[in-house]
């Protein structure tokens, strides 16, 4: 039976340590919903979430006070929705319209955030696809909740270097129309390489067409966990420092697939996956720079930062793939900027810059993740950050991203607050070399040569 | 059987088991086990409940969380699943 000691370690990581489960995910299918006329797609749309997710928000509260874990989100992904919309839409203002739709269903079923009004042109854009990438700046303005990804590279296709130009300016167009908040639209908004159709975590969940009409993923969480757990091994070699990482982690891990197993089963909805991400929050202790210093970095950044990270990443797999009957999503160590207290300080500091974190993101999941650019840098230089973390997922056959805030109005060193779980950041420096002769060449990025593997 | 755990952690005071375990017999909950310890001069204390089939647990919690502020700690009431999930292969 289960020991005192065994039950206090477990309610300490809860109370003190920021143990929770992230996300539960319910990914549904809009593929039925598809209709020549926008009314009926909008009305299908909207029925088919409002029913699906009906008791979403009510079956994760009852878990969440049955088991005494915080369940932080509860979110919806649908399948793209330029493969649903392409029939309807003429105009990229019918887009929007789907967008209205899908935000007012988040709000219907009390979601905080629904992802999907996304795009894959790994290889190339349909007009319809490039109808939903011209709406999404308007649909990231007018609506609250919804989140928006496009894929635009894989390790099969390359890269879409046509694709990689737009978003660059689609990024900028964003930023423009919500400056009144801090261009915070740009913070909904994922361009990816390789994107996994079953991601549980915002900005870039979508529910890819490989999935079932409904599934329940679950992300989980819990850096302050592993950060107190190594406070322990201090001055330990390697070898203890990996396990004790890869124990905690399947901690956590067990926490997620207990959840995922039971959201699944009340609502009837099949089990996908755990997402093994260290996902971090603002709220101190909450951290991941901070499980890099305490892996023996004064700073994130330093050097060392890479190899910690490396470590850090394939440690929390190894404990988490054996917690759980099925891992995907994104599966890694988060590093967003604004969303982690340490990352900040070690930007404020002056360790931290956006080139050490695009090293960073080789060795981990998921990429340049919400950091505040100066507004004043120029599409084509979105574009080449954009083209360069690209090209790391396609040679590396890994999953990454970039979602940059090129924030209206401010200038580096000045502060940027986004507000909840999206954080605040300090506006960081973007080397000021052009790179438009590159980005206007057009065309396709070829596949690598390792990807031929048949 | 829904096996439930509670557990109280606080300053140790007089009549915390008692407050603890009336409202428990009151809500026709079984106790199994109880065991205590003392960890850095504060109580610590589980108790393995069995709270039927149609138990509501999320009431008992609530209800269980609004005694333990009364009387000055912290009492959480959890299915025992998530302990043996984390702690048990």
């Known amino acids: 039976m289960i020991n005192i000691s065994e039950v206090l370690e477990t309610n300490k990581m809860i109370d003190q340590e920021n143990l929770d489960v992230r996300t539960i995910t319910l990914g549904i299918s809009l593929m039925d919903c598809i209709d020549s006329d926008l009314d009926t797609v909008k009305k299908n749309i909207y029925e088919k979430i409002t029913t699906t997710a009906r008791d979403l928000v009510a079956v994760g509260q009852e878990i969440e006070a049955e088991y005494g874990v915080p369940i932080v989100n509860k979110r919806i992904s649908v399948t793209p929705v330029a493969l649903v919309g392409g029939a309807a839409c003429r105009t990229s203002d019918d887009y929007v319209e789907l967008a209205k739709i899908l935000d007012q269903a988040a709000k219907t079923v009390g979601v905080n955030f629904l992802g ?10 349909t007009k319809s696809d490039e109808l939903l990438m011209h709406a999404i700046p308007k649909a990231l303005a007018v609506t609250e909740r919804v989140c928006s ?4 590279g894989s390790t099969k296709t390359g890269i879409d270097m046509d694709a990689v130009k737009l978003m660059g300016e689609i990024i900028k167009e964003t930023a423009e129309l919500t400056k009144e908040e801090d261009s915070l639209g740009c913070a909904k908004l994922v361009v990816f390489c390789n994107a ?7 900005a870039g969940a979508f529910h890819g067409v490989t999935e079932g009409d409904a599934v329940i993923h679950v992300g989980v969480s819990g850096p302050g966990v592993v950060k107190t757990a190594l406070s322990k091994v201090r001055g330990e070699n390697f070898e203890v420092l990996c396990e004790t990482i890869k124990k905690t982690a399947f901690k956590i891990t067990r926490v997620g697939q207990l959840v995922a197993q039971e959201a699944s089963r009340r609502l009837h909805i099949p089990f996908g996956i755990i997402d093994l991400s260290l996902a971090p929050t603002p709220a101190i202790g909450d951290s991941v720079a ?10 994130t950044g330093a050097p060392g930062t890479t190899a910690a990270l490396a470590l850090l990443n394939d440690q929390v797999k190894k404990g988490g793939v054996m ?6 999503g994104l599966s890694g160590a988060f ?9 900040i300080d070690a930007v404020q500091a002056g360790a931290l810059t956006l080139e050490k974190l695009e090293a960073m993101t080789c060795v981990c999941s998921v990429g340049l993740d919400m950091i505040a650019i100066p507004g004043d840098t120029t599409a084509a230089t979105i574009s080449g950050i954009i083209a360069d973390e690209m090209a790391i997922g396609m040679v590396n056959q890994k999953t990454t991203a970039v979602r940059l805030i090129p924030v209206v109005g401010k200038g580096v060193g000045e502060m940027v607050e986004f507000g909840g779980l999206l954080g605040y950041a300090p ?8 790179c438009d002769a590159f980005v ?15 | 059987m829904k096996k439930l755990i509670i557990t109280v952690v606080g300053h140790d005071k007089v009549g915390i088991i008692a407050k603890v375990c009336t409202y428990l017999a009151e809500n026709g909950v079984n106790i199994l086990d109880i065991s205590q310890t003392i960890v850095d001069g504060y109580f610590n204390m589980m108790m393995v409940v069995d709270a039927g089939r149609t138990a509501d647990v999320t009431k008992l919690s609530k209800e269980l969380g609004s005694i333990g502020e009364e009387i000055g700690v912290v009492i959480h009431c959890q299915h025992e699943d998530i302990f043996n999930m984390m702690h048990r292969v």
Do not use: C, T, W
């Not at chain 1, 901070?290 to 700073?299: A, M, P, S, T, V």
């Not at chain 1, 590093?335 to 990352?343: A, K, L, N, R």
């Not at chain 1, 206007?440 to 048949?454: L, Q």
């Open chain 1, 290 to 299: 901070e499980i890099l210093q305490e892996i023996g970095l004064e700073r």
């Open chain 1, 149 to 152: 990804s496009v894929n635009v």
């Open chain 1, 116 to 125: 999907g009004f996304s795009a894959l042109v790994s290889k190339g854009m």
């Open chain 1, 196 to 202: 996994p159709d079953d991601n549980p975590f915002m």
């Open chain 1, 427 to 434: 506006v960081m420096p973007v080397n000021a070399f052009s």
């Open chain 1, 440 to 454: 206007n060449r057009g065309g396709r990025i070829p596949a690598p040569i390792h990807s031929f593997k048949n």
């Open chain 1, 335 to 343: 590093i967003p900027v604004s969303e982690d207290q340490g990352m």
């Open chain 1, 323 to 328: 917690a759980s009957s099925y891992v995907g």
